[in-house]
Nanobody, 123 residues
Framework: QVQVVESGGGSVQAGGSLRLSCAAS????????MGWFRQAPGKEREFVAA????????YYADSVKGRFTISRDNAKNTVSLQMNSLKPDDTAVYHC????????????????WGQGIQVTVSS
């Protein structure tokens, strides 16, 4: 069982930066792939970024590639999402999630989810 809790959201103007953090419980954190997803009002949940258990492999949605960076610290059971050059289209509730198997970009493979945190980017 893994519990994840997000922090670091807020409001920022376009072009600004935010850093999201996700704290996870459990002694086997490094065995889980971690992902970030987001959901805007009236839209489906979409993949943002993911990182393998050891941190050597990272994956990004095309819409955030070059602007967002995912990282993890297995000693602290945390995963972060550094978001730069933010755009109004990045406005959404961002969720951290953990999985042990399956496709990295598909929500159904993720077993454990945080409650989400709001990110608002104004123009």
């Amino acid at each position: 069982q893994v519990q994840v809790v997000e922090s670091g959201g807020g409001s920022v103007q376009a072009g600004g930066s935010l850093r999201l953090s996700c704290a996870a419980s459990g002694r086997t954190f490094s065995s889980y792939h971690m992902g970030w997803f987001r959901q805007a009002p009236g839209k489906e949940r979409e993949f943002v970024a993911a990182i393998s258990g050891g941190g050597s492999n990272t994956y990004y949605a095309d819409s955030v590639k070059g602007r967002f960076t995912i990282s993890r610290d297995n000693a602290k059971n945390t995963v972060s999402l550094q978001m730069n050059s933010l755009k109004p289209d990045d406005t959404a509730v961002y969720h951290c999630a953990a999985k042990s198997t399956g496709a990295y970009s598909t929500p159904i493979w993720y077993n454990y989810w945080g409650q989400g945190i709001q990110v608002t980017v104004s123009s």
